[in-house]
């Protein structure tokens, strides 16, 4: 027995579970490969869509929420990374009244691993990486065609947001799968959040009302995602409700909104037990 | 003691529509249902201990609250030492637990697949999960399906999947609800072989839920009859024997109608009724006085047959009998 206590601790093994997981993950999704290669493709046409929805607001009207094309495709390339990657990780808690109705979660519960780690690693989604190519494409022009005046302090926060971003979606995911255990087909609600989120983020959030702007920045946070951070690297004034330095509120807001749905998480998984919340 | 439960309750509230017209309809009512009420019992080291109840009599709850998914309204329950919720994962790394109806394999992997990754997951290096998983998968006869997707695998060859997954990690205490729900004869046999094979050789402790009085006769040494949520016998199986071998239906069609008076039955079987306008016949019989086929010939000297059926008792008269006879 002390020869396998010794192990538990070992990085070795966790990173080698982590990599086991994944990669059956990853196999398993392409057992069908027809399928996959639809599901791949329609991921990049829905993401082409969402491109097109702001191209199309922009080629009727010079700025929106004041900023040019060149510039909200940044917010919406920011935006679109961060979900991609979020989603990539813990979209899978989209379907938790699924799984708690088919009984998988009491499978999850008899095996010695934290229930989202499980999780995550179930549904690794390799067909949104489909998502994520388009919105990197996003990236590149959006890099291209604005005119940024680097200096290191702008690096560190292009290197941050994506990051962040994914981390607010990723911890947005958790809070919607926890919720599906009070609202038993709470998947909707769940969505406002996720998906809802991803649309605020993608949007220049001066087109929003004041009120709006105000929660979706500092209870939602889905402006840290990508337009006020793209207000620092464009150095522009933000609105009302947006002021630019909150371009660099992103970090401590994932980890403020991990801390909150991971209580929540906990919560949620001592409520199906009936342990008590 | 491996499992010791102590008065053991579960409620569940549930909320039902509210009556009345308008506002008053969204006024929900709940009502509390006791699934599992003041069970206690305990298991030893090594034993083989079969659950059995009829379906909503509280056997699920009871294995949920052991295996660490639900937590008890009352009482006290540790298995293994360990306290099922709090501990769940330290417990999981010692027990193994196998669903009939849900599969803990990885679905569109190869059955091979799966074992890595549990052995893993059970934080053992390979050098102990291997020889472990080469001996369970030649003593299961895995052999030939092993690199077969577990999605393209018949529910026999998944379930000693299943139960060679839920064994890998050497664990001393597994619990099995309804682990041969759905099998075929053969596969049923084998799988109830291999399980007693396991106690015997490794010691394991084994705690079942079935339907089936067969698997309760070759595994368990022991039965807890739980009925409406409370246990209602516990003790061996010679108590249960009796009656569980006792009085198998034979259900006969004749070619022609007949009286029920007319026929000729021998000792130990005993005439229940006629059906279909005297076509149908049920008789019961005890099986340690009378054979199948004995009495078969016996009938067939009254009346051409057509048709006959056999019938095991089912679970239900024998938690009745046995429930009755405990008082």
Not at chain 2, 171 to 196: C, H, N, Q, W, Y
Request: net charge neutral.
């Amino acid at each position: 027995m002390a020869e396998i206590e010794a192990l538990d601790s070992t990085w070795v093994t966790n990173a080698k579970l982590l990599r086991l997981l994944i990669s059956a993950r990853l196999r398993s999704q392409t057992a069908y490969r027809g399928s996959f290669a639809a599901d791949v493709a329609g991921q990049v046409v829905l993401a082409l869509t969402e491109f097109v929805e702001l191209y199309a607001i922009l080629h009727n009207i010079p700025t929106f929420g004041g900023l040019t094309f060149a510039q909200a495709l940044l917010v919406f390339a920011f935006a679109s990374i961060g979900f991609s990657i979020g989603d990539l990780l813990l979209g899978e808690t989209d379907s938790m009244s699924d799984a708690i109705r088919m009984g998988k979660l009491e499978v999850l519960l008899t095996r010695p691993l934290p229930v989202l780690l499980q999780l995550m690693t179930s549904d690794f989604q390799l067909r949104r990486v489909g998502r994520l190519a388009f919105a990197l494409l996003a990236m590149a022009a959006a890099l291209f065609l604005t005119d940024i005046d680097w200096d290191p302090g702008k690096v560190v926060l292009f290197i941050i947001t994506p990051l962040a971003g994914a981390a607010i979606f990723g911890a947005l995911f958790v809070g919607a799968g926890a919720s599906q255990f009070w609202l038993v087909d709470g998947r909707q609600f769940g969505n406002a959040f996720t998906y809802g989120g991803r649309y605020v983020a993608s949007m220049p959030g001066a087109a929003l009302f004041l009120p709006m702007q105000v929660f979706f920045t500092f209870v939602v946070p889905a402006t840290l995602v990508a337009y006020a951070p793209s207000l620092v690297l464009l150095e522009l004034e933000g609105p009302a409700g947006i002021p630019s330095w909150t371009g660099w509120l992103g970090l401590p807001a994932a980890v403020v909104l991990w801390g909150l749905m991971l209580l929540l998480w906990r919560a949620a998984i001592k409520k199906y037990t009936g342990a008590g919340g | 003691m491996i499992i010791e439960a102590e008065q053991l309750s579960r409620n569940f509230t549930v909320a039902e529509a509210g009556e009345g017209r308008g506002w008053n309809r969204l006024r929900r009512r709940s009502r509390t249902i006791h699934a599992v009420r003041d069970v206690s019992f305990t298991v030893e080291r090594g034993e083989a201990v079969g659950y059995i109840g009829a379906n909503g009599a509280g056997k699920s709850t009871t294995i949920k609250m052991l295996t660490g998914i639900l937590v008890p309204s009352s009482g006290r329950v540790t298995v293994c030492g360990l306290q099922p919720v709090p501990q769940r994962q330290a417990l999981a790394r010692k027990i193994g637990v196998v669903f009939g109806q849900r599969s803990q394999l990885w679905w569109d992997l190869p059955l091979q697949d799966s074992f890595p990754i549990l052995g893993a997951m059970h934080r053992q290096p390979e050098s102990r999960w291997r020889p472990r998983f080469s001996e369970l998968s030649e003593q299961m006869g895995l052999g030939p399906f092993l690199t077969s997707p577990v999605r393209q695998l018949s529910l026999g060859q998944r379930m000693r999947g299943e139960v060679a997954a839920a064994l890998l990690h050497r664990p001393e205490l597994v619990i099995l609800d309804e682990p041969t729900i759905g099998l075929d004869m053969i596969s049923k046999e084998s799988l109830r072989r291999f399980l007693d094979f396991e106690r015997r050789e490794h010691g394991t402790t084994l705690l079942l839920t079935t339907h089936d009085m067969s698997d309760v006769q070759r595994l368990c040494q022991r039965i807890l009859v739980v009925d409406d949520g409370v246990i209602a016998f516990d003790g061996p199986l010679t108590g249960l024997s009796e009656v569980a071998e006792a009085r198998r239906t034979m259900v006969i069609d004749f070619v022609a109608p007949l009286d029920g008076a007319g026929l000729v039955l021998p000792p130990g079987a005993e005439h229940l009724g006629a059906e279909a306008e005297g076509i149908r016949h049920r008789i019961a019989f005890d099986p340690r006085l009378l054979s199948a086929a004995a009495l078969l010939a016996a009938v067939s000297t009254s009346a051409e047959v057509a048709d006959l059926s056999l019938h095991e008792p089912d679970i239900e008269d024998l938690v009745r009998q046995l429930y009755t006879s405990a008082r």
